[in-house]
């Protein structure tokens, strides 16, 4: 059984930083993209950064990048997302998820990913 657990969120003000962990397991994530997405109240959940598993190739929406920074720890089977400069609007539940890359191709929409995990809460204050 495939399980990805995110940790790390919190209540931070602005301009602070917050590391984010999905912890997965279940299967090896060769030929996967490991994702974060965000979804805040009332909006559609958002991608916010993704990285392959194998190569390590990133790719972030353009409201993080220069903020945002995803890695992966293969030996641990985790994935981080470092968030720095935090803004009011990265007040969200950011969720982790596990995609196959088609083609060579990082998913963006969330269609693209099978595995998910259950979120944890960001609020930054202003």
């Known amino acids: 059984q495939v399980r990805l657990v995110e940790s790390g969120g919190g209540l931070v003000q602005a301009g602070d930083s917050l590391r984010l962990f999905c912890a997965a397991s279940?299967?090896?994530?060769?030929?996967?993209?490991m994702g974060w997405f965000r979804q805040a109240p009332g909006k559609e959940r958002e991608f916010v950064a993704a990285i392959t598993w194998n190569v390590g190739r990133t790719l972030y929406a353009d409201s993080v990048k220069g903020r945002f920074t995803i890695s992966r720890d293969g030996a641990k089977n985790t994935a981080y997302l470092q968030m720095n400069s935090l803004k009011s609007e990265d007040t969200a539940v950011y969720y982790c998820?596990?995609?196959?890359?088609?083609?060579?191709?990082?998913?963006?929409?969330?269609?693209?990913?099978?595995?998910w995990g259950r979120g944890t809460q960001v609020t930054v204050s202003s």
């Open positions: 998820a596990a995609g196959r890359i088609g083609l060579g191709l990082i998913q963006l929409s969330p269609n693209g990913y099978e595995y």
């Open positions: 279940g299967r090896t994530f060769g030929g996967y993209a």
